[in-house]
């Protein structure tokens, strides 16, 4: 069974940095699209960033731009989020999800989910 894992949210003040991680196992996600999304309580799914699995370049919301970078290591199976300066704004609970449309900013057209890590940002 395919699963989508992400891991390293947690408490951080503002100003500062964590890294995400979204794992796949069971299978690689080779030509589809990987997206990073947030969830705050009350408030719709939203992109955050993504780029396909093993090959292309990144889209950022514009939120996020200059402060987040995606990365990936294709040996480890494995995306990152690495999010610099942290804002309370920022707050969510934060998804990795692969479906097949490039650049998709639609939750509904990802396939695979994670089960969410939350990032806390303290003012």
């Known amino acids: 069974q395919v699963q989508l894992g992400e891991s390293g949210g947690g408490l951080v003040q503002a100003g500062g940095s964590l890294r995400l991680s979204c794992t796949a196992s069971?299978?690689?996600?080779?030509?589809?699209?990987m997206g990073w999304f947030r969830q705050a309580p009350g408030r719709e799914r939203e992109f955050v960033a993504g780029?396909?699995?093993?090959?292309?370049?990144?889209t950022y919301a514009d939120s996020v731009k200059g402060r987040f970078t995606i990365s990936r290591d294709n040996a480890k199976n494995t995306v990152y989020l690495q999010m610099n300066s942290l804002q309370p704004g920022d707050t969510a609970l934060y998804y990795c999800?692969?479906?097949?449309?490039?650049?998709?900013?639609?939750?509904?057209?990802?396939?695979?989910w994670g089960q969410g890590t939350q990032v806390t940002v303290s003012s």
């Open positions: 069971a299978r690689t996600f080779g030509g589809r699209y």
């Open positions: 780029f396909g699995w093993t090959i292309g370049g990144p």
């Open positions: 999800a692969v479906g097949n449309t490039w650049s998709s900013l639609r939750p509904s057209t990802y396939d695979y």
